[in-house]
């Protein structure tokens, strides 16, 4: 019998239980065993729905408050010394190591461990310090916990966990540890830690635990073949049968030794790679090795096309038997919305394209009974569904197809080269060193008031857009007052910067509760790409064309880039991300040439989010880089040359990409740089930079006003790598998490730094 698995599920609960819990924890308004309870509930829900939806083999041990890296950590009693020494409780130490601390009153002041992205998700890792002494020892076997809880429901699952080459891959090194140090010099100490937890699970009757290995998908791992081999041949013996799981990308070379591994089965990602699953059955047909068909995708919200998902397994099967197949999620549902049943506005079409974290829980279960010989009413509801989607898919927008059949080479360069635009762009006037910020102000809550009331209608379309003139006003003001160069109109308008877009553009949807983890008790709601993007009218040329009215200085306008609106929404399967890239491209291009036909001479195109797109193999990097490269030149290239183009880039270390970065040939960029300076200056001081830039001058993720003086040894630093007169002074990042009262203050000290700057290297 081919069995059905599913790897992971959701953290959050119905009606978001755990963000609600967690942060009620947080703000002291219940207790730890309030927080425990909940945490019951909804572990107890997430096996139940897993288990009805038809699954065989149901994960358990995947459930966290926060992070599941943080958990492992923690239950490995890898704790640095500045958690401890806050003396807090058991529960408190593990979210200060989350989010750090700080009570002035009890004298706690602790910062969180740095946080990192998992694999090319949005969702985030902890990465808690480890250095040559870190030892390891058993603190909490919550493997084993969650079994037992699951089992005393009458139902039993699979735990899982971290393998330790991929735990020690993910973690951090700590700042303080020798150069030459690597948390993976620890394994032979951790080892002795997992054996003792997989054999408590043994004996405690458990059958099977799914090891998480998704570092396997990474070319480092090709190296890696002595430490598996040394690793599995100790867990073996002592713990139950084990599956590693494999995550994001294909195994590809590492398949040489991972079919040699005393293990019992091996999970691959097929949604992503289906091409590896050849390799794979020709690398274990003469071993005992069963196969793990990562089929449902774990990363997008598409419902899964069984049928050919039933002929990829039916390949598996007809070399290694039923026996030795499983079906199973892509990875785990983590990225995913729990459900689709609460979803009131979509329309009965729209439902019928989708599958969240419940409803692939459900096509796991179909697929593997089609399998077994039984196609279930689901399976052939599946069909109908496929084949309408596909109709839908062909009958899509033929104008916009053939917009991006037309792009031409000469549509992706601006009209001279850069120092011929920067020669046209004096006529913005700007000093040198010139100021400016990256774009949103403050997000007061009045501001969030105006927009809930609008919502509800209990605002009117005239009264709602007064506000947010009103606001906008009060940010020119600022600027003004403050003694800012290049001006920003603030974005209170702007729910978020993805979703402003995509509400306004063709081809977007929206779930209502559709939330997906992106770290701790952050949610976002992604939207959905579900069909051809076009604009139909301008987007935000009113708003910049108004705040530009208030005033002598240029106002730079401020969209977000055709990369990131596709990386923070949830894109097509059916095309690729390339195309829809280039579609999005195309309706921004539209919308910069009407920005500087309504007088804006300064635009700015962020693409924070474009170093998360890159592929996690090499091999993958240089076609995603082209193409990403060529939709930001596409965009932003329909202007004169006295446009000042600008983007902007945060979030993320861009060492690797630099060259390409500089390949986008905007005029200015504003780069994040304060957390990570040293490192960035080295890439600058490598690369070079030819364009004016404007590597961020304070951090502006805390409360914290930088000095003045701070300020001046950041751009004196920075003159040290880089042209003084390419150096443009800005924050890190935009302001809207922040108050006005330490925007003032810090821009004060930013102008301030920049006027010394202009005296001291004039
Ligand atoms: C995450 S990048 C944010 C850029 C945007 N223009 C802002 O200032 O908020
Ligand atoms: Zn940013």
């Known amino acids: 019998m081919v069995k059905s698995a599913v790897l992971g599920f959701p953290r959050i609960g119905t009606g978001r239980a755990i963000k609600k819990a967690v ?90 461990s740095e946080m990192g992205k998992f694999f090319d998700s949005n969702y985030h890792i902890v990465k808690v310090d480890h250095e040559p002494s870190t030892e390891f020892k058993l603190n909490f076997n919550q ?13 039993i699952t699979r735990p899982v966990l971290f393998g330790p080459i991929t735990y ?109 699953l050849d390799a794979a059955i020709e690398a274990v047909k003469d071993t005992k090795l069963g196969l793990e068909l990562g089929l449902i995708s774990g990363r997008n919200i598409w419902k899964a096309d069984l049928k050919a998902a039933k002929a990829l397994a039916q390949k598996a099967v007809d070399v290694i038997g039923t026996d030795r197949v499983v079906v199973s999620t892509s990875s785990s549902l983590l990225h995913c919305p729990i459900s689709l049943k609460v979803e009131k506005k979509l329309t009965a079409q729209q439902l019928s394209w989708l599958s969240f974290a419940e409803e692939k829980c459900e096509e796991v279960a179909a697929l593997a009974g089609a399998l077994n ?86 605002l009117t379309q005239q009264e709602y857009e007064a506000a947010m003139e009103a606001e906008i006003k009060y940010a020119v003001d600022f600027q003004e007052r403050i003694g800012l160069d290049l001006f920003v109109h603030g974005e209170p308008e702007r729910n978020d910067m993805v979703q402003y877009f995509g509400e306004q553009l063709n081809g977007f949807i929206f779930t209502q509760l559709g939330w997906v983890q992106s770290y701790g008790s952050r949610y976002v709601r992604p939207p959905i790409v579900v069909s051809d993007v076009s604009r139909t009218a301008p987007m935000t040329v009113r708003w910049s064309a108004y705040a530009q009215s208030l005033t002598d200085k240029p106002m730079k306008g401020m969209l977000t880039g055709p990369v990131t609106i596709l990386n923070w929404s949830f894109p097509r399967a059916d095309i690729s991300k390339e195309v829809q890239s280039k579609q999005l491209a195309l309706a921004l291009r539209d919308e910069v040439v009407d920005l500087a036909n309504a007088g804006i001479q300064a635009i700015q195109v962020d693409e924070p989010a474009i170093r998360e797109g890159l592929p996690l193999r090499k091999a993958d990097w240089d076609n995603y880089l082209k193409w990403a490269v060529d939709s930001f030149r596409l965009s932003t290239s329909g202007v004169g040359d006295d446009t000042q183009v600008h983007s902007h880039f945060c979030y993320s ?40 830039i404007g590597p961020g001058v304070y951090d502006i993720h805390s409360p914290r006003v930088p000095s003045e003086q701070e300020i001046k040894d950041r751009i ?44 001291t290297f004039a």
């Open 143 to 155: 493997q084993l916990v969650e079994y037992e809880e699951a089992k005393a429901l009458g139902i």
């Open 23 to 112: 942060e009620s924890y947080w703000a002291g308004n219940s207790s730890a065993e309030q927080l425990a309870e909940a945490a019951k509930a909804v572990r107890k829900e997430r096996w139940e729905t897993i288990k009805n939806a038809g699954v065989d083999i149901i994960p358990s041990g995947d459930f966290t408050l926060y992070d599941h890296l943080l958990d492992h950590s923690y239950n490995f009693g890898v704790i640095p010394q500045r958690y401890v020494e806050q003396k807090l409780s058991g529960l408190d130490t593990y979210f200060a190591m989350g989010r750090g601390k700080q009570d002035r009153e009890k004298g706690i002041d602790v910062v969180a």
């Open 373 to 458: 010989g039984k196609e279930s009413a689901l399976f052939e509801q599946n069909t109908n569904d496929i084949s309408a989607r596909r109709e839908f898919e062909r009958s899509s927008d033929p104008a916009v197809r053939e917009r991006v059949a037309g792009i031409t080479e000469q549509m992706l360069s601006r009209q001279s080269p850069f120092p011929t635009r920067r020669e046209a762009q004096k006529k913005l006037k700007l000093p040198k060193f010139p100021t400016t910020t990256i774009g949103s102000f403050p997000q007061t809550k009045e501001i969030r008031q105006a927009r809930a009331k609008f919502g509800k209608n209990e």
């Open 716 to 759: 004196a630093a920075m003159a040290k790598v880089l042209p003084v007169d390419l150096l443009v002074i800005n924050p890190d990042c935009g302001l809207k998490t922040r108050g006005w009262k330490e925007t003032e203050e810090s821009l004060s000290n930013l102008v301030a730094a920049a006027r010394w700057a202009r005296e």
């Open 653 to 692: 270390d861009f060492g690797d990409i630099f060259p390409h970065i500089q390949r986008l040939d905007a005029d200015v960029i504003s780069i994040e740089a304060s957390k990570a300076d040293l490192k960035l200056l080295d890439v600058f001081k490598t690369y070079g930079y030819s364009n004016e």
């Open 168 to 276: 020690l891959s993910l973690v951090r090194k700590s700042r303080d540890a020798p150069a030459d140090f690597e948390p993976l010099q620890l394994l032979d100490k951790l080892i002795p830690v997992y054996k003792e937890l997989l054999s408590q699970l043994k004996d405690a009757g458990v059958e099977a635990v799914q090891i998480d290995e998704p570092i396997l998908v990474l070319d480092k791992a090709e190296a890696y073949g002595a430490e598996y081999k040394k690793v599995y041949e100790a867990l073996a013996p002592v713990a139950p049968k084990i599956t590693i799981t494999t995550a994001y990308g294909r195994v590809g070379k590492s398949l040489d030794y991972l079919k040699d591994l005393p293990i019992s089965s091996l999970h691959l990602d097929l949604d992503r790679e289906p091409k590896q």
